[in-house]
């Protein structure tokens, strides 16, 4: 897993924990880097999994609170580093299309190496998309935040409903739907 994603995880947590309460929760949890995450790096998300464990139980708000809560960080984190990918973009689910299609397309070219989930969409309705997210990693609820601030992004609302897939234990189905 990409760096970016550690120091942007790190930076939430300051944000809303404070730096020191970020390098008391780093210092006793038991992580390969002992907390040390470059931008340019790869590591492996077990460690991300550690460390939003690790502030769960800090602050006693749930990992899935917390991995939605920094889906949304994240969005923002693209929205501004990334923005050529929001031109042009007319709302939620002409973003959301546009994740495999086009965005995980320029990130492979850039690093190729890169072990991306998998987003397959399927307009049901105008204002209804179904989207299958596929990962081995355990980051439901971190799409779930991205796709939560993806729809306020686009100052659109929506219901978001998810479960998971039965025959396939790495996909989750989502079903957004834009309210008229």
Sequence with gaps: MKGTVFVELLKMAEDAFGEDVVDHVLDNTELANDGVYTAVGNY???????????????????????????????????????SEFFTGKTGSFEMLEAIDLEIHLE???????????????????????SMRYSSPRPLVGFCHG????????????????????EHDKMSTKFDIMLEK
């Excluded at 990130?107 to 998309?129: C, G, I, Q, S």
Aim: charged letters at 25%; aromatic letters at 10%; one cysteine or more.
């Design 107 to 129: 990130v492979k070219k850039l690093y190729p190496d890169a072990e991306l989930p998998r987003f397959e969409t399927k307009r049901m309705a105008d204002n209804h998309l």
């Design 146 to 165: 991205l796709i939560e601030a993806c729809v306020l992004r686009f100052d659109e609302k929506a219901s978001i409903s998810r479960c998971p897939i």
């Design 44 to 82: 492996p998300c077990s460690e991300l999994v550690k460390i939003v464990e690790a502030f769960s139980e800090y602050s006693g708000i749930s990992p899935n609170v917390l991995q939605v809560k920094f889906g949304h960080w994240m969005l923002e984190h693209f929205a501004e580093h990334y």
